[in-house]
């Protein structure tokens, strides 16, 4: 990650981003009377302030503090710590594992979570759903370890993570709510627990409560009329653009009710999938179970021991998340990302397969099988370094292009953009962007003295070059892509699954 941060390009979202981090500096530096920075409006008209700044707020602290000149080095300072927040929680996502299972499984776990090739490429630039699942798993971890060892000090740290990743995604707000529910259930045996766990349950939601103030400078400015105005925003988002999936356009406010499920399926090493469906069946049944039996003095739960606690809150997550997304058709677009933060949850009931199939295969099997397939996910990511974010599985076929979107974030059109500069000596490049991609952004990353050489004209016959992702808002991309192959002179394709994701063609 160290080595490979400055390979990867710009996604659509980063420059906006960015910009919201210094919305809310200057209202900070505003209350602190020191001199607002130029250029960005006051954060209670802000088109995008109900948004969380977690991460954006300290970067461009950093980026004002120590007077980052060039913006090159903002963005790669941006990747650079985009991932080592992503591993940063891959990490005490292992140590959650340890919690239940040996060091061999664990590793299995957390190479399953880092070498998924989608969540390889997208912890460098993804900063929303990456993040929010980092901080989601932290917190995680810390229920996970109050629940075993009941510390005041796991009450914190939990409040404080689950904090962090309700400023991301106001989401974030399950975890605590999981949390009060299994202290109620707890209670419900007990008139002493429940007096002690209503105790505990004060102490979160005060926590949460004061820490989730602190941590977002938007809930300063009126902190309950703000806080509901960032629900009722998230409830009711209206993205207005077009999704493409299994080969028509939809709608990103009435996409299909199979469309995160159908992703996680075409875009997740399969055996990840096979090992999840196993794991989630064993824990359902005992969820079943459980219930049915619950009265029995065996079963005074939904669980009977610390270990089906674990798979089973696993469970709860995905059913919770997957439910409200088909139920209240959530707007959803660029894949699966608004629900990544269940991906530790799907590596633990996969992990949880491994555990229950050493019954029916001998062990060595399985974790052959495991490495097999970690090493085969690795060597993807080798080879198709640094365009792992249109990964597709062999569900998939020869059916990608048809029926699914590519680099719907153009994170590859730095790439061409560099292409054309170090393969055309001229002093200026003019430029045709024949797709829906803002290949503009992408300048950001290219070397200072070569910026301005890129000139993009509004007009194809204005144009010496035309570039294209294949990304196109309500148009047939084989039909569009047809146009150019028939009218201009092909001269370089990045090609991933046997596909281009990104094309230069000449006049």
């Known amino acids: 990650g160290l080595v490979i941060f400055s390979d990867y390009g710009i996604s659509w979202d980063e420059v906006n981003e960015r910009h919201s981090g210094f919305v809310t500096l200057n209202e900070i530096y505003k209350i602190l009377n020191l001199n ?162 209503s105790l505990e349950i004060i102490k979160c939601l005060l926590l949460v409560s004061i820490l989730s103030y602190l941590l977002w400078p938007f809930l300063w400015l009126n902190p309950l009329e703000n806080l509901i105005y960032t629900f009722k925003s998230m409830s009711s988002y209206n993205w207005r653009g077009l999704v493409f999936f299994l080969g028509e356009y939809h709608q990103a406010k009435n996409i299909p009710w199979n469309y995160t499920i159908t992703l996680f399926l075409v875009t997740t090493p399969l055996i990840i999938i096979i090992f999840f469906l196993i794991g989630a069946f064993f824990s359902f049944k005992d969820l079943i179970l459980n219930y ?65 199939l050493r019954e029916y295969i001998k062990y060595k099997l399985i974790l052959i099988i495991s490495f097999f397939s970690i090493l085969s996910s690795l060597f993807w990511i080798i080879n198709n370094h640094p365009y792992q974010f249109v990964y597709y599985n062999v569900l998939t076929k020869n059916k990608i292009k048809a029926n699914f979107e590519l680099d719907y974030w153009g994170v590859s059109n730095k790439d061409s953009l560099e292409y054309l500069l170090n393969n055309f000596k001229k002093n200026k490049l003019f430029i045709y962007v024949y797709s829906n991609s803002p290949y503009y952004y992408s300048k950001n990353l290219i070397d200072k003295d070569k910026r301005d050489k890129i000139i993009f004209v509004k007009k194809i016959e204005d144009a010496e070059f035309v570039l294209t992702n294949h990304y196109y808002l309500n148009q047939n991309p084989t039909k569009k892509d047809k146009y150019l192959y028939d009218n201009f002179e092909l001269i370089n394709q990045i090609i991933v699954n046997n596909i281009a994701i990104n094309s230069i063609f000449k006049k």
């Not at 802000?46 to 970067?59: A, D, H, M, T, W």
């Not at 995604?169 to 766990?197: A, C, H, Y």
């Not at 998340?321 to 894949?335: A, E, N």
Request: proline fraction near 2%; charge should be positive.
């Open 36 to 197: 607002i920075l130029e250029g960005y409006p006051d954060l209670s008209n802000y088109i995008y302030r109900e948004y969380g700044v977690l991460f954006n707020l300290p970067l461009a602290f950093i980026e004002d503090f120590i007077k980052i000149k060039d913006i090159k080095d903002v963005f790669l300072l941006r990747h650079l710590i985009n991932f080592l927040i992503f591993f940063l929680g891959s990490i005490f996502f292992y140590f959650t594992l340890r919690i239940y299972y040996s060091q061999t499984i664990s590793i299995i776990g957390f190479l399953f979570l880092i070498l998924s090739p989608r969540f390889f490429a997208e912890a460098f630039y993804n900063n929303k759903d990456i993040i929010f699942l980092s901080f989601y798993s932290i917190s995680f971890y810390y229920f996970s370890k109050y629940f075993i060892e009941r510390k005041n000090s796991f009450i914190f740290f939990f409040s404080l993570f689950a904090s962090m990743a309700i400023n991301v995604r106001v989401l974030g707000i399950l975890i605590v709510l999981i949390f009060i529910f299994v202290l109620f259930l707890e209670g419900l045996n007990s008139k002493k627990i429940f007096k002690k766990n």
């Open 292 to 356: 049915l039996n619950i009265d029995n003095k065996e079963c005074s739960n939904l669980w009977t021991n610390n270990f089906q606690f674990f798979n089973i809150i696993a469970l709860l997550n995905i059913i919770i998340i997957l439910s409200y997304v088909i139920l209240f058709d959530s707007t959803l677009y660029g894949s699966w990302r608004h629900t990544y933060f269940l991906y530790p949850f799907i590596i633990i009931l996969s992990i949880y397969s491994i555990y229950i």
